[in-house]
């Protein structure tokens, strides 16, 4: 990892001065840096000797970095990973822009190491994110929305990225195609259980833990699962309740601490938690086919932290 933050830091050098800034501000903001640690986790367990682990590592960290930041721009948020989001120092244009970028140069990076099923991957995964946030815009404010509906969005704008970010180990290290397959399956999982605690946490968490305000997503008007499982076992007057803020956008005092009764009442914190550990479970299985290692209890690991945020 210290070879990848290296990499991270020599490659958003500009001679435009604003975009190292940008980049940097939050590139250096303290992210857990996950989804670079499973490329080279996932190599690792594959028997990897190269050098080319480092640059996939570095780009899939770019890609992510450019979400966050067109996000941020989409959401209107303020604040990231505890920190004013960039788009309130340097305005919503130079956020996009230096995103498009850390995306360019995450591409770079990916030729240079010469795997061309590995760019494949690691660029379909950027088409299939910009697909699942285009699908979260058309479902954004829709009360009506069916937990599939919802599944389908966090699928492509989370899992993908995870998914994709497992997938390239094995195959830079020529492994088999069923170890490929158990190392996607183990990412796209994993990806799944780790936004369904973020939805959990964005209603049940602790601003300091979270990096953002309790609450962002109910006052963006984002329908998250706890949300969907809210809607669909609410009363008529608390259906009510849901379209006025969120579909409506007409919040008011208290009405947070309202949505958080509600979801108590419905058990729906704790369901969303569930259905968390219901894909964990399932990422720890993909991994069934390689033998015990270190690495391996690391990744497993990995899945237990994803879920351990929710406490």
């Not at 968490?205 to 309790?214: D, Q, R």
Request: charged residues 25%; aromatic residues 6%.
């Amino acid at each position: 990892m210290e070879r990848v933050n290296a990499m991270i830091l020599s490659r958003t050098g500009s001679d435009v001065t604003m975009i190292p800034e940008v980049a940097n501000h939050l590139i250096s903001s303290g992210g857990k840096r996950l989804r670079p640690m499973l490329t080279l986790a996932m190599a690792d367990l594959c028997g990897y000797q190269g050098e080319g682990q480092v640059k996939l590592a570095a780009s899939v960290e770019f890609m992510h970095t450019a979400t966050l930041l067109h996000d941020d721009v989409v959401d209107e948020s303020d604040m990231r990973r505890g920190k004013l989001a960039a788009r309130m120092l340097w305005g919503n244009e130079a956020s996009v822009l230096v995103g498009d970028f850390l995306l360019g140069q995450a591409f770079k990076m990916m030729v240079e190491v010469g795997s061309l099923r590995a760019l494949d991957i690691l660029s379909t995964a950027a088409a299939v994110i910009a697909e699942g946030e285009v699908l979260q815009l058309s479902v954004a404010k829709n009360t009506e929305t069916t937990e599939d509906e919802y599944l389908s969005v966090i699928r492509g704008k989370t899992a993908e990225l995870f998914a994709a970010a497992c997938e390239v180990g094995p195959v830079i290290a020529g492994s088999s195609k069923a170890n490929e397959a158990a190392c996607r399956s183990y990412g796209l999982n994993l990806g799944i259980a780790f936004q369904l605690i973020d939805d959990a946490l964005d209603y049940g968490g602790v601003a300091a833990k979270l990096g953002k305000n309790t609450g962002d997503d109910f006052r963006e008007g984002k329908i998250t699962l706890p949300v969907v499982l809210s809607f669909r076992r609410g009363s008529s007057e608390e259906r009510a309740f849901w379209k006025r803020t969120l579909q409506d956008g007409a919040i008011e005092d208290g009405d947070l601490e309202q949505a958080q009764t509600l979801m108590r009442k419905h058990k729906a914190l704790e369901d969303t938690i569930e259905r968390a550990r219901h894909y964990a479970k399932m990422a720890k299985d993909a991994l069934g086919l390689f033998p015990a290692s270190p690495m391996k209890q690391a990744l497993n690991d990995a899945v237990d932290f994803c879920i351990a945020r929710a406490h």
